[in-house]
């Protein structure tokens, strides 16, 4: 089976940085990417790892560990707008498995 | 360019009723993905087509639910009858394929109620 694990609930100032931890126990996944979804809103896909390391775009930043079967995502510069659920998700057998999620509140 | 296309956007029901959901993708993608989101959830995977084609249906209620996509392009999800647990978010997906990682776009979802 597989799992993937996330805080539930994750609070930053206005203009932070913030990083949203992911751990998984599952094997034999290509890759590890993140969504982000505001209330009401559809899932939008913000980044996908294939390798290990650190992939940047703009504002966020993702991580990727196999051997420690772990992922981050960190969101640096932080906006009000940036308040909204993030989900890790591993993509296996063609398809993506998502995580609960992380709610990202953000304080002004 | 239109994104994935869902209809109706919410629906009320009684419990016992049957249920219908419309999906259309992105022109040009052949995978098509219909998930299933309860409040403070991720998404979970009910089927995937390629094309025409149901290949994962693994997740799909049988007994009660039932998918189609006739033509490879836009797609139906139906509930009948309907249960009080039935009550989430249903989301439509859609990517160039699936054999490689590709991005997936989902459309805004049905929020359905069953009372």
């Known amino acids: 089976g597989q799992s993937l694990e996330q805080p539930s609930e994750v609070t930053a100032v206005e203009g932070a940085i913030v990083q949203m931890n992911c751990t998984y126990q599952t094997s034999g996944f290509y890759g590890l990417s993140w969504y982000q979804q505001h209330d009401g809103g559809a899932p939008t896909f913000l980044s996908y790892?294939?390798?290990?390391g650190l992939e940047e775009t703009g504002r966020f930043s993702s991580f990727l560990s196999r051997s420690d079967s772990y992922g981050y995502l960190l969101l640096q510069e932080l906006q009000m707008k940036d308040s909204a659920s993030y989900f890790c998700a591993v993509f296996r057998d063609d398809k993506i498995i998502f995580g609960k999620g992380t709610r990202l509140h953000i304080l002004p | 360019e239109a994104g994935v296309v869902q209809s109706p956007r919410y629906k009320i029901i009684e419990k016992k009723q049957p249920v219908a959901f419309w999906c259309n993708p992105i022109s040009g993608h052949n995978t098509l993905y219909w998930y299933l989101q309860n409040l403070g959830q991720g998404p979970e995977l009910l089927i995937r087509y390629e094309n025409e084609e149901a290949v994962d249906d693994s997740q799909l209620p049988k007994d009660r639910f039932s998918a189609e996509r006739l033509k490879g392009v836009d797609s139906t999800l139906k509930i009948q009858p309907a249960e009080l647990g039935d009550s989430a978010v249903y989301l439509c997906?859609?990517?160039?394929?699936?054999?490689?990682?590709?991005?997936?776009?989902f459309g805004p979802g049905t929020r359905l109620t069953v009372l």
């Open positions: 790892n294939a390798l290990d």
């Open positions: 997906a859609s990517s160039l394929d699936s054999g490689q990682y590709n991005e997936q776009f």
